[in-house]
């Protein structure tokens, strides 16, 4: 239980740097704990049926890419949840984007879709979207770095990749929390 005196965002916060790190040490150590196999019946099917169900995939990457894509645009608008004008422009992206999948394309999509849009809807804040663009491109090489084996993706299953994507979602959520917590001003003001 967090005492009354702490500071919820800074627990969290702490809590998921020291995960991080704890995962970033041990692959430099050469762990390869996070390259993940399971002779789980249950998790192969499951994963079996994801693979050769290209709608079931579809909507699972859809999903993904909805929930982390949400976790990005809270942290760099400011926002604690999500705001349905961008979500649903997302929705809209996300569906196109799985069925229609281009990697050329829908590459050049996703950075109008993480800088333009943002920038239209709070010019202000082009500073934190720029960073935040950046930030978001570096988690994605840290998360793909974690994973490697040999300098390859070990494993192309579906499920899988969603799953050894926590310490990206970790990274997100950091940001997102350093960029919501309320500063000392801030409280002091309002209390």
Known sequence: MLKNDRNPFL???????VLLIIAMILKLFGADWFIAGSENKTFIRLCNFIDSHFAVQCIVFALFNIFTTSIYFMAI????RPHLVWFLILIVYASVKVVFYNKVV?????IILMV????ILKPKYWIAILVGFVLNFGFQLISMATKMNNYKMFDENTLVGIILNIDYI??????????????????????
């Open 11 to 17: 627990v969290m916060i702490i809590t998921s740097w």
């Open 77 to 80: 608008l400011k926002e604690t």
């Open 106 to 110: 829908f590459f050049i999509l996703d």
């Open 116 to 119: 333009v849009l943002p920038l």
């Open 170 to 191: 970790l990274m997100l959520t950091l940001f997102w929390l350093y960029r919501i917590k309320p500063n000392k001003k801030e409280v002091s003001n309002n209390g």
